[in-house]
């Protein structure tokens, strides 16, 4: 059973930086690995995405430039580096997997799903 469990989250400052992990139970094969954050009564939004193979990353563009999506493949754990935090990234963060799918920042392009880690930004 393929399990995902994220961690990092916390409370910080605008202008901040956190950095969240995400475990996935099974080794890395070319998968799509995603983060998505979502706030309550909207849409779940896709934030950034990695190709475990090649390195290949996306980003949207509210978190170009401030938000890092890694990889650890030894480790089969996917990281996403925050700086420079605004309260409007304040919500949920989950980690998802993919086989593979397009687009890479759509939710329905993700199989698998871990419970979230909340982040808090206070201005």
């Known amino acids: 059973q393929v399990q995902l469990t994220e961690s990092g989250g916390g409370s910080v400052q605008a202008g901040g930086s956190l950095r969240l992990s995400c475990a996935a139970s099974?080794?890395?094969?070319?998968?799509?690995m995603g983060w998505f954050r979502q706030t309550p009564g909207k849409e779940r939004e896709g934030v950034a995405a990695?190709?475990?193979?090649?390195?290949?990353?996306y980003y949207s563009s509210s978190v170009q430039g401030r938000f890092t999506i890694s990889k650890d493949n030894s480790k089969n754990t996917v990281y996403l580096q925050l700086d420079r935090l605004k309260p409007e990234d304040s919500a949920m963060y989950y980690c998802a997997a993919s086989t593979g799918g397009y687009p890479e920042l759509s939710k329905g392009s993700y199989d698998w799903w871990g419970l979230g880690t909340q982040v808090t930004v206070s201005s």
């Open positions: 099974f080794r890395f094969n070319n998968n799509l």
């Open positions: 990695i190709w475990t193979t090649s390195g290949t990353t």
